[in-house]
């Protein structure tokens, strides 16, 4: 059975940093791609970052130069290194994973439908 934990999130003032965590396990292939998505209350959910299993990445403009996505294939773990905060950042923060797209991973980062959904963690930055 598939399974997927996030960890990391919490309080930080602006101009901080946070590394978020997402732990994955039982996908039957690779977990080819992986993808790090936010929610902020009253918006609609965005992509932030997702990576394939060969470390390519993709963000989205907003968060280019601060945040840095990366993967331990071996530990089977994304994470999410996130610097230079801002209240605008502040949002439940999604791990999810197409374990076989049919799409390039990239293309997943706009479409936001992969298959399995962690239950977030909450990043909260203050001014």
């Known amino acids: 059975q598939v399974h997927i934990l996030e960890s990391g999130g919490g309080s930080v003032q602006a101009g901080g940093s946070l590394r978020l965590s997402c732990a994955a396990s039982?996908?039957?292939?690779?977990?080819?791609?992986m993808g790090w998505f936010r929610q902020a209350p009253g918006k609609e959910r965005e992509g932030v970052a997702t990576?394939?299993?060969?470390?390519?990445?993709a963000y989205a403009d907003s968060v280019k130069g601060r945040f840095t996505i990366s993967r331990d294939n071996a530990k089977s773990t994304l994470y999410l290194e996130m610097n230079s905060l801002n209240p605008g950042d502040t949002a439940m923060y999604y791990c999810?994973?197409?374990?076989?797209?049919?799409?390039?991973?990239?293309?997943?980062?706009?479409?936001?439908?992969?298959?399995?959904w962690g239950q977030g963690t909450l990043v909260t930055v203050s001014s």
């Open positions: 999810a994973v197409e374990d076989d797209p049919p799409r390039p991973c990239s293309w997943y980062l706009v479409d936001g439908k992969l298959e399995v």
């Open positions: 039982g996908f039957p292939y690779n977990m080819h791609c």
């Open positions: 990576i394939d299993r060969y470390g390519n990445p």
